[in-house]
């Protein structure tokens, strides 16, 4: 059981257990072909959103398909008139001289660099932007998601997702698919091109069809699970290259730099290994694929020396038969390029939508409390998961409005824990963690809505890189200089004005440049920047000095004293000082492992 110090009062009051989110596995469960019906889902839904740009880059490419058709048939025309054998046709008009055949090829090949260099601006704008809104959609997700505590993925993990496998998605929404749809019309229009001058020639070159097929079934299916592979080790790379730069100066005290180093070159060496194993897997089936095209240029070839050596189609009939099984190949050349992308894009898809399935926090107009509030924990109980301790167990208590409370207790005792259940980043799985106004009688449980009448300080540095107006105006974006510098005095953090570039003063991350204690105490402005009815202070005086300590108790004490309605004050701490200027002081002690 657990054992509180408590010189408050409630009753109880108990609620069913909150369902905990299924695991990602388990919300799609059903088999492979549940899976890709959902995954297909998800693509149309991100195309609905940068369908310009995939329409854009799917017209650009048909376009170009009908000028390459355009440039073949206007060098089938240009050798017929150089050789003798010109047909003039009462359907299609042809040019009648060289000259004016080969000013056509010219205007064709310019159209088609013109065209080329369009391709690329158009996609390369766009392309950015629908990378922009991608990225954009998930950030916002991850930030307006619930928080559970203990978060299932590595941050390196999760920054890989948002920036490389958003960066796939979009590419082939955008890019791939558009071309493969070009690709299929190249293929068709090749085909009955060739067909409506040699059919057989054309049924001969086509054959390599349901070999491709098949072979891109097995190959989908075994390209899939190694890129999942691939994807996951790249990911765990980048979790130590991030947290080694992120705790460098550790490492360098405790001389664990080879050890990193060793780690981080494993992990490489097993990257490498799943990328040569992939390359091997995609080079030999290309391998066979190419085999397959070169038996088809070579029937071509010598289908169509033969029937010129028996002079049933001309020099130019030839040239365009041999442009043709190009044309008709080359499709098949690029879907084996798709391919790779377009299972790389499947795999990157499932890693953003197990992102995504994280249930977002509550949304709605904010709840505010104007004339004071109160919050009152009733019979809470609290574990940040089924096989862990119990945090909170049958917790009650009541910080009425305008209370001064010191919660004091050994450490994992569940101070910070009380602070996150009052912020509603956690919920109770028994009681109501309540904030009311007694003027009103209104009385609400607390949630993402409520956060609107809370100021807080977390433990530790907060800061951002960039100026320090900037991290203060994260508390008030619209305060004037007089109200950052009115925060700063009572934060302490008078040293400001004494700095060359005073709030201009840049910081890097995690406040590098400044202190411990200065950092703390430039939160702590920020903080009280922000208007709310309750102010929350986890440890935010333990880089401070006794004196400094003292005094900015006193200021915050004295200035909510002066205001028409005093905030309620809830300090986290270790410091027995801060519980001289308390009304009322709570121990935690932890709960027992039974």
């Known amino acids: 059981m657990c054992y509180y110090h408590n010189n408050m009062t409630g009753k109880g009051n108990n609620q069913p257990k909150d369902t905990a989110p299924l695991p990602a596995k388990d919300k799609r469960g059903g088999g492979s072909a549940y899976l890709t019906r959902q995954l297909i889902a998800w693509f149309w839904h991100i195309f609905m959103q940068v369908k310009l740009q995939s329409f854009i880059n799917a017209m650009s490419g048909i376009i170009r398909v009908a000028l390459d058709f355009a440039f073949i048939w206007a060098t089938k025309v240009t050798i017929d008139i150089a050789t003798g054998n010109f047909s003039p046709s009462s359907f299609i008009p042809k040019p009648s001289t060289l000259f004016s055949a080969g000013v056509l090829l010219i205007s064709i090949m310019v159209l088609q660099m013109a065209l080329g260099y369009l391709r690329r601006w158009i996609a390369a704008l766009l392309g950015v932007e629908a990378q922009n809104r991608m990225q954009r959609h998930i950030f916002e997700h991850l930030l307006r998601s619930e928080w559970h505590g203990k978060e299932r993925r590595h941050s390196g993990d999760v920054l890989n997702r948002l920036i490389s496998d958003s960066t796939t998605v979009v590419t082939v929404v955008t890019d791939t698919v558009p071309q493969a749809l070009a690709v299929l019309v190249r293929l068709v229009c090749a085909f009955f091109f060739l067909y409506s001058m040699d059919a057989m020639l054309a049924v001969g070159v086509i054959v390599i069809l349901p070999l491709f097929i098949l072979l891109s079934r097995l190959y989908v299916h075994r390209m899939r699970a190694i890129t999942r592979e691939v994807r996951k080790t790249d990911s765990r790379v980048q979790a130590i290259l991030q947290e080694s730069v992120q705790h460098r ?210 433990q530790g540095n907060s800061l ?33 004005q004494t700095l060359p570039d005073g709030l201009d003063t840049r910081i890097g991350e995690g406040g590098a440049g400044l202190s411990e204690g200065q950092a703390q105490r430039i939160a702590i402005a920020r903080a009280l920047l922000r208007q709310g009815s309750v102010l929350l202070l986890d440890e935010a005086t333990s880089a401070l000095d006794q004196q400094t300590e003292k005094q900015l108790i006193e200021n915050l004490v004295e200035h909510h004293s002066h205001l028409s309605v005093k905030p309620t004050l809830i300090f986290i701490t270790h410091r027995p000082a801060i519980v001289n200027y308390c009304s009322q002081v709570i121990t935690f002690k932890k709960c027992s492992a039974s």
């Open 464 to 496: 951002f890189s960039g100026t320090l107006r900037w991290n203060l105006q994260m508390g008030k974006p619209e305060a004037t200089d007089e109200e950052l510098h009115e925060a700063l005095r009572l934060a302490c953090a008078d040293f400001v």
């Open 249 to 458: 100066l550790v490492l360098k005290t405790l001389e664990r730099v080879p050890l990193l180093v060793q780690a981080l070159s494993d992990l490489q060496a097993t990257l490498r290994s799943q990328v040569r194993h992939r390359t091997l897997f995609s080079s030999t089936s290309n391998l066979v694929v190419n085999i397959g095209f070169g038996a088809a240029y070579l029937f071509t070839f010598l289908w169509s020396v033969n029937r010129l050596s028996d002079g049933t189609i001309t020099f130019g009939m030839m040239t365009a038969f041999i442009q043709l099984c190009g044309q008709i190949q080359g499709p098949f050349r690029e879907l084996t390029r798709f391919i790779p992308a377009i299972i790389s894009s499947f795999t990157s898809a499932e890693r953003l939508m197990e992102l995504e399935e994280t249930p977002l926090e509550e949304d709605g107009e904010p709840i505010r409390f104007e004339r004071g509030a109160g919050i009152r924990l009733t019979d809470v109980t609290f574990a940040y998961d089924d096989y862990s301790r119990t945090i909170l167990s049958h917790a009650t208590y009541d910080f009425a409005p305008g209370s001064t409370t010191a919660v004091l207790g050994e450490t994992g005792a569940g101070k910070t824990t009380l602070l996150r259940l009052v912020l509603a980043l956690l919920k109770p799985q028994q009681g109501t963690v309540e904030i009311y106004e007694p003027a009103t009688g209104r009385a609400v449980q607390v949630s993402a809505r409520t956060r609107c009448n809370l100021v807080y300080v977390p």
